[in-house]
Every structure is written in C-alpha cells, then in structure tokens.
C-alpha cells in the first residue's frame, strides 16, 4: 500500500520560510514522478511544483517560480519543497503527489497517490 507521509508545514510571517518533506513507502520511489500540490479554503487543489524520476527535470506553477524549490532524494524515499519568499497568497494545505507516468504532467488527473496534506499558513 502506498504511503506519503508530509511534514514540515506552520505558520511564518511574509517573507519567511518553510520547507516540506514527504516520506514515501510501499512503492519503488524512484519509478515515480512526484509533485506538490496545494489547497486553499474554497479553492480547487492546484499544481506548484513537480520533478521527475531522476530529478533531471522539474516544473513549476508560474507564482512560485524562482522562491520554490522542489527536490528529491531516491535513496531515502523522500521528496522536498523549499519554500523562500513567502506569500500570505501561499496559505493553503500542500500534499505530496505520486505520478507512474513518464512525464511530468501537471495535473492532478496524473498523479495516482496523495498524502494527507500539511497545512503552510503565512501570516502578513
């Protein structure tokens, strides 16, 4: 059974910031795509970053371009979003994602696990 497992998330002020982790277990990690997502309250969830297998390519939402950092190490299953910069717009609850596709792509359809979410408040 798959499992991604977030952590890292509070409450900063503006310009602060914050970094997310998200453990992953019962799958092969470095066969999956993985990505971060966000949700804020009446909102749709929304892509911010993603990377790929091998971590050679990663993609992001414009708005957080050059303030986040989406990165990966295969040999402890983990998956990490440095978050520089931030934006009381940012508040929301970020989940880690698993992708089997071969691409990044960036949309929730394509992203086959979620975590429980970690929720990344900023206050102004």
């Known amino acids: 059974q798959v499992q991604l497992v977030e952590s890292g998330g509070g409450l900063v002020q503006a310009g602060d910031s914050l970094r997310l982790s998200c453990a992953a277990s019962g799958l092969t990690f470095s066969n999956y795509v993985m990505g971060w997502f966000r949700q804020a309250p009446e909102k749709e969830r929304e892509f911010v970053a993603a990377?790929?297998?091998?971590?050679?390519?990663?993609d992001y939402k414009e708005s957080v371009m050059g303030r986040f950092t989406i990165s990966r190490d295969n040999a402890k299953n983990t998956v990490y979003l440095q978050m520089d910069s931030l934006k009381p717009e940012d508040t929301a609850v970020y989940y880690c994602?698993?992708?089997?596709?071969?691409?990044?792509?960036?949309?929730?359809?394509?992203?086959?696990?979620w975590g429980q979410g970690t929720q990344v408040t900023i206050s102004s």
């Open positions: 994602a698993a992708s089997s596709r071969s691409v990044i792509i960036p949309i929730r359809g394509a992203f086959d696990s």
């Open positions: 990377v790929t297998k091998n971590a050679r390519r990663t």
